[in-house]
């Protein structure tokens, strides 16, 4: 079983930078494929940043390639959203997600444990 506990989110304007954070329990995080989803109101939740248990293999969605940065401290059982440039449209609540299978894993469904989100506001 993992817990997940996100922080760092909040209201900033267009241009600016938040580091999102995700705390995780257990001492199995190391085994742990790791992502970051994003759900705008209305909208599906997808993956917009998703990285391999030992952090040498990432994922990007298009739109956030080249602002953000995903990173992970295994030994202190986090993983990271660093988001750099921030849109308007890049409000959404934002959800980090854990699932023990090999590899860089972007399905949603795949995902077996979620934390309860932050929400990221960025105003024009």
């Known amino acids: 079983q993992v817990q997940l506990e996100e922080s760092g989110g909040g209201l900033v304007q267009a241009g600016g930078s938040l580091r999102l954070s995700c705390a995780a329990s257990?001492?199995?995080?190391?085994?742990?494929?790791m992502a970051w989803f994003r759900q705008a109101p209305g909208k599906e939740r997808v993956c917009v940043s998703a990285?391999?248990?030992?952090?040498?293999?990432?994922y990007y969605e298009d739109s956030v390639k080249g602002r953000f940065t995903i990173s992970r401290d295994n030994a202190k059982n986090t993983v990271y959203l660093q988001m750099n440039s921030l849109e308007p449209e890049d409000t959404a609540v934002y959800y980090c997600?854990?699932?023990?299978?090999?590899?860089?894993?972007?399905?949603?469904?795949?995902?077996?444990?979620w934390g309860q989100g932050t929400q990221v506001t960025v105003s024009s």
């Open positions: 997600a854990a699932v023990r299978i090999v590899g860089v894993i972007t399905n949603r469904a795949q995902y077996d444990y």
């Open positions: 257990g001492r199995t995080f190391s085994t742990y494929s």
């Open positions: 990285i391999n248990w030992s952090g040498g293999i990432t």
